[in-house]
């Protein structure tokens, strides 16, 4: 893919994604907690479809596509779930054995038709594939999902891939919202948004519904969580950015003492701190992104970099939104002003799929298992 | 027009795994061992051998583009061949020949200038020193005195530089100098090159609270240079030092020393049972990735130099980040060495002899010099940021 496909992406995504905080504000602790409508063009866009190859009716144009987007849907908080369908459920149906469910959903996905959500962690939450909370056993000749699933992004996403352990090993499922057993309770986040906490009461799953066998669930698991952990990073340095600029064109107009408050010097060198913060983030995602591109990058190399970023980008959405309040004093406290929107969505986009001190520790164990 | 050095290798044409395979080889097998990893700047009579053998094989100016004699290195080579170096404890010697004066002349030179001077850096002849802070203009730098005046054909200069790194192994200094007393401050200022073994120039050497002598102050009493030695225009020498301040940004902004910084972080810990500490283990983790990431910005701002564009007050960000990280790192040093924390030299360590000290003697200038890290910021803040004076 050319630089020239990728910036002409980035304008249109730029374009298209100018923050409404009417609208942002509309959807906080609302269901659905998104517009279907905005989902449709993005949709129509061909974004949803990136990571999509072009068998499956998707465009194909893999990560740096996709952080573009990310990064333009973060810079202008926008509530709807890209990156846990477009990128994290998508990569996981993509890369599993359900050749089936792929020819059927993978189009719709990428069509904006369908939103879909990966359960994948425990009540523990964490990393580890393994710890997923749901088990496949069997009952009464029939294979059956039991256990609970958290951290899920959007309740109200149309079917959920699920990770299960059986005797066996792990699978994932696809089990659409209304399946017999499956209940889900909204859990509020510090941006209006909710993630699902799912339980699974004998909830039937079958050959039909397997998106990935035991033969490659967690290679698939493992390949879309370090995908949307990339997401969410570019995600994050939408928000910081945003964040940003707001704080600069505050300092700079914001008089006390007969003077802008920008033209102080220990205003001046911590602003250029977070800028710092900022641009170390942008590097480091574009490095990653290089890295997911390169054909000879190993699953090592991978989590690595995806670690990488996320520990960066993690740290420093919060240190930057954290100085922006400090830099506009009360105001920034306040519901009113969108400063409080930007600091939110950075809590939440931080803690999801593992804050900086988890990918931190991630990146050190991998760097030296490679020593 | 060839400048005494032919590179017959496109170097960009191989694998990074080949090319590293290469520069490896090289650097093990012929890299003296009594010189690596040394704990300070080294004379150049300790490793002038090294270098004439790289200046030999033509790898003296590994940034250099082929046509003026260098490797022509992309950034991802460059790094590579900067990690190499790092790998084997590889010092510097006072390269300011190759960092700036060549780059500069490339830049701003006469092709008579370019035939004149970049021959002998690149064999290694000539070796450069910067004559640009005072007494009285140190972060202030456009405040400086030196002054040069015009006498027939050549320059009288008058004035005292200081903090001048390895003066005593060099030949030759690139100078700012006051042309024009009555221009405002920027604006009378200009570049020249000058034979410090011409009489009038005396060099002492300044001592360090390292106990090493590795800058000195350098006094000009009637020194003189033939007017050919002015670089760029008379009067416009700022625009010429500014641009070189754009290549010694980017040079402090490597990630070599901090690299080095973690090697040696990471055989303290191992010596002090450290390595599998929790708490360390963060600590290790978060500065790991600080040069990780310091990496990739450094990537970024080596890509705009390989496409020959100009740098921007950005790439300020570059030797914050670098010489900040490296602090942190020297810290970390000192701290996980526990008891041995003041002791100078080589210490013994568990079953190692590690100066424990000289990362931080290192780090802790870098903050100081090539504009201090104050005035990095000031510049980003105003430049960048757009943020009011």
């Known amino acids: ?371 | 027009m060839n400048y005494g050095v032919v590179q017959e290798q496109d170097w960009n044409a191989l694998t990074d795994e080949a090319f590293r395979a290469v520069v490896r080889t090289e650097f093990e097998t012929h890299h003296p061992q009594q010189l690596r990893f040394p704990p300070r700047r080294l004379r150049w009579s300790e490793n002038k051998s090294w270098y004439l053998r790289m200046a030999a094989k033509g790898w003296i100016a590994p940034s250099w583009p082929r046509e003026f004699g260098g490797m022509g290195l992309s950034p991802s080579k460059m790094l590579i061949f900067l990690e190499e170096q790092e790998r084997c404890g590889i010092a510097r010697f006072q390269d300011h020949g190759i960092l700036m004066v060549g780059p500069v002349l490339m830049r701003f030179g006469t092709e008579a200038q370019r035939r004149r001077y970049l021959p002998p850096i690149l064999a290694c002849e000539e070796i450069w020193c910067q004559g640009y802070s005072e007494p009285n203009a140190g972060s202030d730098l456009a405040g400086l005195r030196t002054e040069a005046r015009l006498d027939g054909e050549e320059f009288v200069i008058n004035g005292q530089k200081t903090w001048t790194t390895l003066a005593h192994d060099a030949t030759h200094m690139f100078v700012l100098a006051r042309t024009d007393k009555n221009a405002k401050k920027q604006q009378g200022i200009s570049f020249l090159l000058l034979d410090i073994k011409v009489p009038g120039v005396s060099v002492r050497p300044i001592r360090d609270i390292a106990g090493h002598e590795e800058f000195c102050e350098v006094f000009l009493d009637n020194a003189r240079t033939p007017a050919s030695n002015l670089v760029g225009e008379l009067n416009h020498g700022w625009t010429v030092a500014k641009s070189l301040l754009g290549f010694e940004r980017i040079h402090i902004g490597s990630p070599k020393l901090p690299e080095y910084g973690l090697q040696v972080l990471q055989s303290v810990a191992r010596q002090q049972g450290m390595l599998n500490d929790p708490v360390f283990r963060e600590r290790l983790a978060r500065l790991q990735l600080d040069v990780a990431h310091l990496g990739d910005i450094y990537g970024h701002f080596a890509a705009i130099v390989g496409r020959g564009e100009p740098l921007g007050p950005e790439v300020s960000l570059l030797k914050i980040w670098a010489t900040e990280t490296f602090q942190r790192i020297a810290e970390l040093i000192i701290e996980t060495a526990g008891d041995c924390g003041g002791h100078s030299g080589d210490v013994r360590l568990g079953e190692l002899g590690i100066d424990i000290l000289a990362p931080f003697y290192k780090a802790r200038p870098s903050t100081i010099y090539g504009g201090s890290n104050e005035i990095q910021r000031n510049i980003l803040a105003r430049q960048v940021l757009n943020l009011p004076a």
């Open chain 1, 1 to 371: 893919m050319s630089d020239d496909t990728l910036r002409m992406l980035r304008d249109s995504a730029a374009d298209f994604a100018k923050l409404d905080a009417v609208r942002v504000r509309r959807f906080r602790a609302a269901r659905p907690g998104f517009d279907r409508g905005v989902w449709q063009e993005m949709g129509d866009m061909g974004w949803l479809g990136v990571l999509v190859p072009e068998a499956h009716e998707g465009l194909g144009l893999g990560m740096r596509a996709a952080a573009i987007i990310a990064e333009q849907l973060g810079r202008a908080l926008y509530p709807e779930p890209y990156c846990a369908s477009g990128v994290l459920a998508t990569l996981a149906l993509l890369h599993g054995d359900g050749e089936e469910l792929k020819q059927r959903t993978l189009p719709q996905l990428a069509a904006g038709k369908l939103v879909a959500s990966l359960a994948w962690q425990g009540e523990g939450g964490g990393l580890d594939v393994m710890q997923c909370g749901v088990r496949a056993r069997q009952h009464e000749g029939k294979t059956v999902l039991e256990g609970r699933s958290r951290f899920v992004e959007t309740p109200d996403a149309d079917a959920f891939i699920v990770s299960a352990l059986s005797e066996r090993g792990l699978e994932l499922h696809w089990i659409g919202r209304d399946a017999a057993g499956l209940s889900c309770t909204p859990e509020l986040r510090a941006d209006g948004s909710a993630s699902a906490l799912l339980s699974f009461d004998r909830v039937v799953a079958t050959e039909a519904t397997r998106v990935a066998s035991i033969a490659c669930a967690v290679p698939a698991l493992e390949l879309a969580i370090d995908h949307a952990v990339i997401g969410a990073s570019a995600e994050l340095l939408g928000v910081m950015d945003s964040a940003l600029a707001l704080t600069l064109d505050y300092l700079r107009t914001r008089v006390q003492f007969g003077k802008p408050i920008g033209s102080f010097q220990a205003l001046q060198h911590r602003a250029v701190d977070l800028y710092i913060q900022k641009e170390l983030s942008r590097a480091t995602l574009e490095a990653t992104s290089n890295t997911l591109s390169d054909p000879a990058c190993t699953p090592k190399q991978r989590a690595a970099a995806a670690s990488s970023v996320k520990a960066r980008a993690s740290q420093a959405a919060l240190a930057i939104c954290n100085e922006a309040l400090q830099m506009h004093g009360a105001i920034g406290f306040t519901d009113e002003y969108d400063l409080g929107l930007y600091l939110n969505r950075a809590l939440v986009l931080s803690a999801w799929l593992g804050n900086a001190s988890v990918h931190r520790r991630r990146y050190s164990n991998l760097v030296e298992a490679a020593a």
